[in-house]
């Protein structure tokens, strides 16, 4: 495995929008990445790389003591061979590093394979949220402890 993860940057908006429409079905869209790499101070962007390939994404939203995972993602020829635990480790480093000691994130209940995941990372389930997708399924809420 040879990786770089580095933060996320404009050059990056273009590859980013079309990699989650193709694995999440929709994106924020550029404008609304743009101005997150731009303007907010609460969020934070990791761009996993392969051989000068993004395969990998993570964003979070910070406000220590507390953090949410926004989007997290690993090319489909690339999940299940390690790849996710490793970015996601890192962000897991970087957020302890800048005081976060509550994680949260949203679900799919349909999901399983990423609830496995978080699972393995020590989150839990720890509340419902109606209808909160736009196709009307319900989201977990997980929370971990840092």
Do not use: C
Not at 1 to 19: E, G, K, P, Y
Not at 28 to 53: K, P, S
Request: charged share 20%; hydrophobic share 40%.
């Amino acid at each position: 495995m040879n990786t770089i993860i580095r933060l996320m940057t404009i050059a990056d908006v273009d590859s980013i929008v079309a990699m989650d429409r193709l694995i999440l079905g929709q994106s924020l869209g550029e404008e609304t990445y743009l101005l997150e790499l731009q303007e907010n101070q609460f969020t934070t962007y990791f761009i996993m790389e392969e051989a000068g390939e993004i395969i990998g994404h993570i964003g979070l939203w910070l406000d220590p003591p507390l953090s949410q995972v926004l989007n997290f993602y690993i090319i489909d020829a690339k999940r299940h061979h390690g790849y996710g635990s490793v970015l996601f480790e890192y962000a897991l480093t970087y957020l302890q590093s800048v005081q976060v000691d509550t994680l949260t994130l949203e679900v799919r209940p349909s999901n399983q394979s990423a609830i496995k995941f978080y699972e393995r990372f020590g989150f839990s389930v720890v509340a419902t949220r109606k209808q909160y997708y736009s196709d009307s399924e319900d989201a977990y809420l997980m929370l971990k402890k840092l």
